[in-house]
């Protein structure tokens, strides 16, 4: 069973950084396909970056281009999400995912295994 655990979550005003973590455990995690993806009330969870596993190759959903960068350490089994020039329409609560299959993670409906998420909030 594989265990996602999400961290780097806080308040911070609009123009801040901040950057989340997901430490992976139970699992090859070398071989998921990795993402984030946000939630806010009343909401699906909605698409925001991935990862795959081998080429790290990287999509992110268009909102977010050149403001936030997904990477992964496959030796330290760790997931990021850099997020630079936050807005308040970012905030969120933020979960990681993990696909098992080499294939893309781009909606909720893919996504094999979830963290608890980290709530972010973004003051204007």
């Known amino acids: 069973q594989v265990q996602l655990v999400e961290s780097g979550g806080g308040l911070v005003q609009a123009g801040a950084s901040l950057t989340l973590s997901c430490s992976a455990s139970?699992?090859?995690?070398?071989?998921?396909?990795m993402g984030w993806f946000r939630r806010t009330p009343g909401k699906e969870r909605d698409f925001v970056a991935d990862?795959?596993?081998?080429?790290?190759?990287?999509t992110y959903t268009d909102s977010v281009k050149g403001r936030f960068t997904i990477s992964r350490d496959n030796a330290k089994n760790m997931l990021y999400l850099q997020m630079n020039s936050l807005k308040p329409e970012d905030a969120a609560v933020y979960y990681c995912?993990?696909?098992?299959?080499?294939?893309?993670?781009?909606?909720?409906?893919?996504?094999?295994?979830w963290g608890q998420g980290t709530q972010v909030t973004v003051s204007s």
């Open positions: 995912a993990a696909r098992v299959l080499p294939t893309g993670l781009r909606h909720s409906s893919q996504v094999d295994y």
């Open positions: 139970g699992g090859d995690f070398a071989k998921y396909n």
């Open positions: 990862i795959t596993a081998v080429s790290f190759r990287t």
